[in-house]
């Protein structure tokens, strides 16, 4: 049986939405900005697309959604050009940020740093959020950004995104958040959160790879980070992947309207919380962050020696797929900065197994995960040198239920 459990590292796209794009590679090909007919018969569909976009955010119709490549991509625009536009042109040389972002977030952090720019990493508290107050606190003169996620994408902890925007909007300092990891497990509402910007990507919600965008409320300046041709009037140049555009649109109409959210809570929420719960009936096991205020589908799950990677590759050969934390860093076998972050000891930021559910998940491969799960630990522990194995807590004996 496969089991896809790794939906926050990439979807499956959702067969309405492949349906939606298949006309757009050999029957209506045009460029859009062509003059012609071929070019111009794309227009009513990639303007359906940009009003599911806009209706799945609640963005105004005066406010701009951007299409970028992906979400690194929209994270790397407003970073680069916040410098430009407001340190390297501007008063200011401060950039607030959390330490549990995406590296698309950090890493254009730590290249403006080189540059002389001062970056303000907050920490998270011990349930891995970061408080709204310690952004109060951090804000300067010279702050020219904020930006926090509104979902980490390893613990699915959400982070307090209408209390941030309120400070922002007090204190006048433009907010970003990277929306990656909500939008379509729980509401995005640009308009209530009054953020004045926010990332995403469509892999991320059933939608094609390759494909993301950038809202940028109305008045909010930001010099383009792609140069070249008029594509969205001058703000980021390049031909429109219109297939990809209308896939992402089709995406987010399926993901975000009332029913779909109500769906991740109720279905999605259900089988995580099942996982969940017969996981922590191992012993010495731990979910990362807390359990409250989280998307509906993740669980970071440590497994006191078992190390990730080697859990991984059990839970492989039987066909379930899940990570030690986002794919892009699973490369490396450094400790997971997430959980080093929560203040974990090097032995447990090893230990991490991420389970990411999705609405095509059902409970027949939830239960056949968790049987898998559990003779994995039982195989690993019992083969390992730091784990005090024990007749107490051999998991064979513990009831599934
Ligand atoms: C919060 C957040 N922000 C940005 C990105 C980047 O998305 P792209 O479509 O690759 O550009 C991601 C993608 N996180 C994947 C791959 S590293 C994960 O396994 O967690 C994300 O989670």
């Known amino acids: 049986m496969q089991v896809y459990l790794d939906n926050n590292a990439t979807t499956k796209v959702d067969e309405k939405v492949f349906e939606e794009m298949t006309p757009f590679f050999c029957e ?41 490549a992906n979400a690194t991509e929209a994270n790397n625009w407003v970073v680069k050009s916040v410098w430009l536009d407001r340190i390297l042109d501007g008063e200011k040389n401060h950039i607030i940020t959390s330490e549990v972002e995406h590296p698309a977030i950090t890493a254009a952090c730590n290249y403006l740093e080189k540059k002389g720019v001062d970056i303000t990493y907050l920490t998270v508290n011990e349930e891995g959020v970061l408080e709204a107050d310690a952004v109060a606190d951090a804000i300067r003169e010279d702050t020219a950004l904020v930006s926090v996620m509104w979902a980490n994408n390893e613990t699915g902890k959400l982070f307090p995104i209408k209390e941030i925007g309120a400070i922002c909007k007090e204190k006048g300092v433009l907010f970003h958040s990277d929306a990656t990891q909500a939008i379509g497990k729980v509401k995005v509402d640009v308009q209530d959160a009054g953020v004045d910007m926010i990332s995403f990507s469509a892999h991320k919600f059933h939608g094609p790879k390759g494909v993301g965008g950038l809202y940028i409320k109305k008045g ?25 555009i209308v896939g992402m649109g089709k995406a987010m109409q399926l993901a ?8 991740e809570i109720n279905h999605v929420g259900m089988l995580r919380d099942k996982l969940e719960k017969a996981i922590l009936k191992i012993p010495d096991t731990i979910v990362i962050g807390d359990t409250k205020n989280r998307t509906p589908n993740t669980t ?6 078992v190390e990730g990677e080697a859990m991984l590759w059990d839970l492989n050969k039987n066909g379930i797929s899940a990570s030690t934390g986002s794919a892009c860093a699973s490369e490396d076998l450094e400790a997971n900065p997430v959980m080093n972050a929560f203040g974990s000891d090097s032995e447990l930021a090893h230990t991490g197994i991420r389970f990411s559910l999705s609405r095509f998940n059902t409970e027949e491969q939830i239960d056949y995960a968790i049987e898998k799960i559990k003779e994995a630990v039982e195989r690993l522990r019992s ?16 009831e599934h239920n």
Request: aromatic share 8%; glycine share 8%.
């Open 300 to 305: 970071l799950i440590s497994i006191k020696g």
């Open 256 to 263: 975000t309207n009332t029913m779909a959210l109500a769906y």
């Open 220 to 244: 909010v300046q930001l010099s383009p980070y792609m140069h070249g041709g008029e594509q969205m009037d001058g703000r980021r140049a390049g031909t429109l992947d219109v297939a990809s």
């Open 383 to 398: 083969i390992s040198s730091s784990y005090a194995y024990t007749p107490k807590n051999h998991v064979s004996e513990l």
């Open 28 to 68: 209506m090909y045009g460029n859009p900005n062509s003059l012609h007919s071929v070019g111009s018969a794309t227009h009513p569909k990639i303007a359906e697309a940009f009003d599911y976009l806009y209706e799945g955010i609640n963005a105004d119709d005066e406010d701009d959604i951007i299409i970028t």
